[in-house]
């Protein structure tokens, strides 16, 4: 599985780059704030809304700390879809937050 460090996918977000964020935690956790633009999918509804996703981009899957990511990023991969885990999740998030 491939993974990327929160700060080198916050360059990505300062510098444009059309990323597409998926964030796998609960609505509690998501309502403090999550990384702009992100999509919310909690990690229970991954399997049932997995459709949502467009297969031909690629996703950065976050959560709290990058394990809840780490699993929805291996079932995203086992149904073909390209997806990179961001490791430190938003414990480490030190960039902007939507709210």
Known sequence: ???IHTKELA???KQGEDVNVVDVR???EVA???IPGAKHIP???VEDRFHELDQD???YMVCRSGGRSG???EFLIEKGYNVTNVDGGMLEWEDEVEK
Do not use: I, R, T
Request: proline share 0%; aromatic share 4%; charged share 50%.
């Open 1 to 3: 599985m491939k993974e």
């Open 11 to 13: 360059e990505k977000v």
């Open 26 to 28: 609960e609505d509690n």
């Open 32 to 34: 403090q704030g999550k």
């Open 43 to 45: 990690l229970g509804e």
């Open 57 to 59: 981009k690629h996703y």
């Open 71 to 73: 699993k929805a990023s």
